[in-house]
Nanobody, 124 residues
Framework: QVQLVESGGGLVQAGGSLRLSCAAS????????QAWFRQAPGKEREFVAF????????YYADSVKGRFTISRDNAKNTVYLLMDSLKPEDTAVYYC?????????????????WGQGTQVTVSS
């Protein structure tokens, strides 16, 4: 059972940056594809970014492309989400997720493991 723990959320002004981290409990983490999702108040959870097990492939939602960067360090069992040029509409609870599926997927139900979420608030 893979356990994921997010950290790094907080309050930041518009235009600022934050880096989220997602630490996994197992070394087998390196065989999982991972993603970040977010859920804003009153809205459904949405896909943000995806990274392959090797880190060689990444994919982003259009709303964050060019501003957010997903990366991973398999030696540390950790995935990161660097968020630059933050906007008030980026305010949400951010979740990391892991899937054993071998290809890109944006579907929540295909992610078997989830973290508890970390709050990101961007003030205008």
């Amino acid at each position: 059972q893979v356990q994921l723990v997010e950290s790094g959320g907080g309050l930041v002004q518009a235009g600022g940056s934050l880096r989220l981290s997602c630490a996994a409990s197992e070394r087998t983490f390196s065989s999982y594809q991972q993603a970040w999702f977010r859920q804003a108040p009153g809205k459904e959870r949405e896909f943000v970014a995806f990274i392959s097990w090797s880190g060689g492939f990444t994919y982003y939602a259009d709303s964050v492309k060019g501003r957010f960067t997903i990366s991973r360090d398999n030696a540390k069992n950790t995935v990161y989400l660097l968020m630059d040029s933050l906007k008030p509409e980026d305010t949400a609870v951010y979740y990391c997720a892991a899937t054993p599926r071998g290809e890109l997927t944006l579907r929540e139900y295909e992610y078997a493991y989830w973290g508890q979420g970390t709050q990101v608030t961007v003030s205008s």
